[in-house]
C-alpha cells in the first residue's frame, strides 16, 4: 500500500513580495500556502521578534502586536485572493472591514526563538460581477508555536486599475482637493502618551477633550517605512488602525486614568465608509461605551475629513495585571 503523505507548510523563505503587496522582502510575515479543500487554506506564519515599527511599544509586557497580526491576516486575504481566486496580480484592492480579536495573551508573547504560525483561513462569502468573484470575506484564526493567538474576519474587494482610476477621480472630484497639504510632524504627542519609545512611531498631534469625547488629528507620514511600505493615493488602513489604537490609549488614560503602559488592545474593528485623502487633514474621536469591566475598556472610534466620517469602528483594552508584568520582567 503507497502511503499518502499530506502536504506540510514551509518555513525557509517567505512568499513573493509582490503576492501581498509589499515593497521589502522584510515586510513579508507569510512562508507558505497551502490548499487541500477550497475554500480552506492553511498557511505559514513568522513573525519578527525585533521591528522598528511593530516592537516600538513602551508596555510592560513582551507580546507580538496585535496590529503585526493584523497585517499578517490582511496579506493572508491578498495571497489567497493572487493564488485561488484569480485576482490579477495588477489588481488594486480595497478593505472594506475587518475586526481582530486577540485569543490568549500568553500566545502572543514573544519567546526564545521565531514563532512558529499556522494561519488557518475560511472565504465565508463571495461578491461576484457576473461569473467573475470581485471580492472575498474570510474567517481567519491564527496559532502561534501551537496556542491559538488570534481570530480575525475581513472583508475585501478588488477591481482593475481602469475602474480604480474611475472610481478615484469619481470621489476626489467634489472634494476639490487643493494641492497636498503639509502635515505638522513636529507637533506629533509625546511617546510615552501612546505607549510607544520612538517619536517616528506617533501618529497623533492635538489632542483635546470634550466631555466624554477624546480627539485628535492623525499625522500622515508618508515617509514612515512601516505604514507607507509603498507609494499611496490615500490613507492606508494600517494608519487607520494605528491611530484607532493610540486615540483609544489616550482617551483610556484621560478619561479613566489608565496609564497606556499598563494597557493592551485586545480587540479592534473597523468599518472603512470612505477613502481618507492625503491632501485632507483627519481627525480621530474616542468615547468610552461603558465603564470599565472585568480589566477591560471599550472605545468607540470614528475619523473625519472636514466633517466627511471615513471609518468607524470600536477598540478594546485590556488592563496588564501587575502581577503578569512582574512575570514578563523576570522572564526577560
Not at 495571497?79 to 500568553?106: M, Q
Request: hydrophobic share 45%.
Amino acid at each position: 500500500m503507497t502511503a499518502v503523505l499530506e502536504p506540510t507548510l514551509s518555513y525557509s523563505s517567505s512568499i513573493p513580495r509582490a503576492h501581498v503587496h509589499r515593497a521589502a522582502i522584510c515586510e513579508v510575515f507569510l512562508t507558505d500556502i497551502i490548499c487541500e479543500s477550497y475554500p480552506q487554506f492553511r498557511l505559514g506564519v513568522q513573525l519578527p521578534r525585533v521591528h522598528s515599527y511593530y516592537s516600538d511599544h513602551n508596555i510592560v509586557v513582551r507580546q507580538y502586536d496585535p496590529l503585526l497580526l493584523l497585517e499578517t491576516f490582511r496579506q493572508a486575504s491578498i495571497l489567497i485572493s493572487h493564488r485561488h481566486v484569480d485576482a490579477p496580480l495588477d489588481a488594486k484592492f480595497v478593505f472594506n472591514a475587518g475586526a481582530l480579536e486577540i485569543v490568549d495573551l500568553d500566545a502572543v508573547r514573544v519567546g526564545p526563538a521565531p514563532a512558529a504560525g499556522v494561519l488557518d483561513a475560511t472565504i465565508t462569502a463571495e461578491k461576484r460581477r457576473g461569473a467573475d468573484i470581485v471580492g472575498i470575506t474570510l474567517a481567519m484564526t491564527l496559532a502561534l508555536d501551537g496556542s491559538a493567538a488570534a481570530t480575525m474576519s475581513m472583508t475585501i474587494q478588488w477591481m482593475p486599475g481602469d475602474a480604480w482610476d474611475r472610481l478615484r477621480q469619481r470621489g476626489r472630484a467634489p472634494l476639490q482637493l487643493d494641492p497636498a497639504r503639509p502635515h505638522p510632524l513636529h507637533e506629533r504627542v509625546e511617546p510615552r502618551e501612546v505607549a510607544r519609545h520612538s517619536f517616528d512611531n506617533v501618529v497623533l498631534s492635538r489632542i483635546g477633550v470634550d466631555g466624554d469625547t477624546v480627539r485628535s488629528q492623525v499625522l500622515v507620514d508618508q515617509a514612515h517605512p512601516g505604514l507607507f511600505d509603498h507609494p499611496l493615493d490615500h490613507v492606508p488602513g494600517a494608519l487607520i488602525f494605528e491611530a484607532m489604537r493610540q486615540t483609544a490609549l489616550v482617551a483610556a488614560h484621560e478619561l479613566f486614568g489608565l496609564s497606556p503602559r499598563m494597557l493592551v488592545l485586545v480587540g479592534c474593528d473597523a468599518v472603512f465608509e470612505s477613502f481618507g485623502e492625503l491632501e485632507l487633514p483627519t481627525d480621530c474621536a474616542a468615547v468610552a461605551e461603558a465603564e470599565i469591566c472585568s480589566r477591560q475598556v471599550v472605545l468607540s472610534v470614528t475619523l473625519a475629513q472636514e466633517g466627511r466620517q471615513i471609518a468607524h469602528g470600536r477598540v478594546t483594552l485590556q488592563r496588564v495585571s501587575a502581577s503578569t508584568a512582574a512575570l514578563d520582567r523576570i522572564v526577560r
